[in-house]
Nanobody, 128 residues
Framework: QVQLVESGGGLVQAGGSLRLSCTAS????????MGWFRQAPGKVREFVAS????????YYADSPKGRFTISRDNAKNTVYLQMNSLKPDDTAVYYC?????????????????????WGQGTQVTVSS
């Protein structure tokens, strides 16, 4: 089981930027696809972005596309989410998730059910 710890959340004004980090421990990070999800109050958890083990495949949800960038540094066991041009609708708890080990360098799931390990979440609040 992999342990995930997110950081970098906070309060920012609309139009601002934040970078979330998620550091993994407990098993081979570089063999797993990683994802970011978010959950706003009263809403279901939704997919934000995912990245394959090699970084060769990246997917974004429609809402953050063009504003958010997911990346990973396998040497540091860390995945990042750079968030620019933030909007009040981006306010949510953001979760990092790890998928199963995969030999497919392009496997990059988007369904929460495909991720077995989750972090505790970090709050992002965007004020108008």
């Amino acid at each position: 089981q992999v342990q995930l710890v997110e950081s970098g959340g906070g309060l920012v004004q609309a139009g601002g930027s934040l970078r979330l980090s998620c550091t993994a421990s407990g098993r081979t990070f570089s063999s797993s696809p990683m994802g970011w999800f978010r959950q706003a109050p009263g809403k279901v958890r939704e997919f934000v972005a995912s990245i394959s083990r090699s970084g060769a495949s990246i997917y974004y949800a429609d809402s953050p596309k063009g504003r958010f960038t997911i990346s990973r540094d396998n040497a540091k066991n860390t995945v990042y989410l750079q968030m620019n041009s933030l909007k009040p609708d981006d306010t949510a708890v953001y979760y990092c998730a790890a998928g199963p080990r995969s030999s497919d360098y392009y496997y990059s799931p988007k369904d929460p059910a495909d991720f077995g390990s989750w972090g505790q979440g970090t709050q992002v609040t965007v004020s108008s």
